[in-house]
T-cell receptor, first 113, second 109 residues
Framework: DTEVTQTPKHLVMGMTNKKSLKCEQH?????MYWYKQKAKKPPELMFV???????INESVPSRFSPECPNSSLLNLHLHALQPEDSALYLC????????????FGSGTRLTVV | DAKTTQPTSMDCAEGRAANLPCNHS???????VYWYRQIHSQGPQYIIH???NNETNEMASLIITEDRKSSTLILPHATLRDTAVYYC??????????FGAGTTVTVRA
């Protein structure tokens, strides 16, 4: 298995809702990442997990809460989002050194209404 | 990580080689050059990376100048499916892969 699987592919949520994005990989990669991509812009790094521990938080607002329950799973919990948080959320994984290429999922397209 | 400069866009004829330039004049000795591409509505796809030697894989070739201040990604026989945004990224040995604006490559029949 050489893929990163993200679910759901599309999500519409209200500003008072709580939802979660899920990311899964079975390549044995011990580093996992969340990126946010607005339309016609490059992806922006949000969080990095290394060996299931949060190693980088790029000053992301607390309404985004990451979780890495095991080495294959990465979640992004969403609460009280704003319409400007609407974007494509991408998950990626890489071998532990981070030097090799990252494998990205196809993303979850989130719309906040 | 050092900044990179890429042309905003370029066109390429199908079946011809596509040469994508990238300037990274402030690169330091331990920083690698990475190339990714993103086809519309998909996640970015890793293409190739290198430190100072030229590299080739099944997708592309990476040519890095001797002073390492610039590099060129070569797609040897471009197809319509190579139409994408191509990102040149310079990074050191950490987990921060930061994307710049990239080059929008359009392959025309």
């Amino acid at each position: 298995d050489t893929e990163v699987t993200q679910t759901p592919k599309h999500l519409v949520m209200g500003m008072t809702n709580k939802k979660s994005l899920k990311c899964e990989q079975h390549m044995g990669h011990r580093a996992m990442y969340w990126y946010k991509q607005k339309a016609k812009k490059p992806p922006e790094l949000m969080f990095v997990y290394s060996y299931e521990k949060l190693s980088i938080n790029e000053s992301v607002p607390s309404r985004f809460s990451p979780e890495c329950p095991n080495s294959s799973l990465l979640n992004l919990h969403l609460h009280a989002l704003q319409p400007e948080d609407s974007a494509l959320y991408l998950c990626a994984s890489s071998p532990p050194t981070g030097r090799d290429g990252y494998t990205f999922g196809s993303g979850t397209r989130l719309t906040v209404v | 990580d050092a900044k990179t400069t890429q042309p905003t866009s370029m066109d390429c004829a199908e079946g011809r080689a596509a040469n994508l330039p990238c300037n990274h004049s402030t690169i330091s000795g331990n920083e690698y050059v990475y190339w990714y591409r993103q086809i519309h509505s998909q996640g970015p796809q890793y293409i190739i990376h290198g430190l100072k030697n030229n590299e080739t894989n099944e997708m592309a070739s990476l040519i890095i100048t001797e002073d390492r201040k610039s590099s060129t990604l070569i797609l040897p026989h471009a197809t319509l499916r190579d139409t994408a945004v191509y990102y040149c990224i310079v990074r050191s040995n950490d987990y921060k892969l930061s994307f710049g604006a990239g080059t929008t490559v359009t392959v025309r029949a």
